[in-house]
């Protein structure tokens, strides 16, 4: 059966959610802030009449629920996320769109907020959520803020792959598959690429750490098979395509 799909929410990724915050409530909304200490910063929230959400996140906050995110420390974006019954549907969705071929941010996973998501990418590469209905028995305490407030401090990596030990179950072939996968002609950050491999780990249970990637990733384009932009251990400031003809 076909799952009956809803726009119900909306995240809008400030660079000042301060701001942000007073000038929705200026237009009219009511917005809520998280009273819990150290979050007034990451995150708000207003629900519309009709049930609709738009919620407001640091882009820091947004890397935690969101680790294909593209952005640097204060950039800004959003991700339209539809809604659907049962957390089923979102499983079926995500593997329905990831086998047509379309790219990941987000595997299934329960939210400590008591719904089930994922998010897929449209052909631009905009972040696209499925979400199923919020069940509150299934609420747990959100991760601690240091877990992302200073995410933007650990995108790198200095290891290099003539110093990567794979486990006896995976090749260097395996390694190229999984990021080829997600490669196109136009520039991709490499922070999204790396996330976008781990997706297909954490699915097929492939033992390899985002470290092992990017340093696969340099090591391609090092070689020539991908070309690169920036300085690729840095993974949110840096680019990388298949070549050019």
């Not at 992302?148 to 650990?154: I, K, L, P």
């Not at 486990?167 to 395996?174: F, G, K, N, Q």
């Not at 390899?208 to 920036?230: D, M």
Request: charged share 25%; glycine share 8%; net charge negative.
């Amino acid at each position: 059966m076909s799952a009956r799909l809803v726009v119900g929410q909306l995240n809008l990724i400030a660079s000042d959610l301060a701001a942000t915050i007073a000038f929705y409530r200026l237009l009219g909304l009511t917005v809520e802030e998280i009273d819990l200490p150290g979050w007034r910063p990451h995150h708000a929230s207003a629900t519309m009449p009709d049930g609709f959400r738009l919620e407001f996140d640091s882009s820091a906050f947004a890397r935690q629920w969101n680790p294909g995110f593209g952005g640097q420390a204060g950039n800004t974006g959003c991700v339209v996320f539809f809604s659907v019954e049962d957390r089923e549907d979102v499983d079926r969705l995500f593997w329905k769109m990831t086998g047509a071929g379309y790219g990941s941010q987000k595997a299934p996973e329960d939210a400590f907020w008591g719904a089930r998501y994922a998010i897929v990418e449209d052909p631009d590469g905009n972040g696209v959520g499925i979400m199923s209905r919020i069940d509150p028995a299934r609420r747990h305490a959100p991760p601690p803020i240091s877990d992302f407030a200073h995410y933007d401090e650990r995108i790198c990596s200095t290891l290099r792959w003539k110093d990567v030990v794979l486990p006896p179950s995976v090749t260097p072939a395996d390694v190229d598959t999984l990021i080829f996968a997600d490669m196109v002609r136009h520039w991709r950050k490499v922070a999204r690429i790396v996330a976008s491999a781990l997706t297909i780990c954490e699915a097929r249970s492939i033992p390899l750490s985002a470290e092992v990637i990017a340093a696969r990733i340099q090591e391609l384009a090092e070689t020539g098979r991908l070309e690169g932009a920036g300085n690729l251990t840095m993974w949110r400031h840096s680019e990388v395509r298949l070549p050019q003809k």
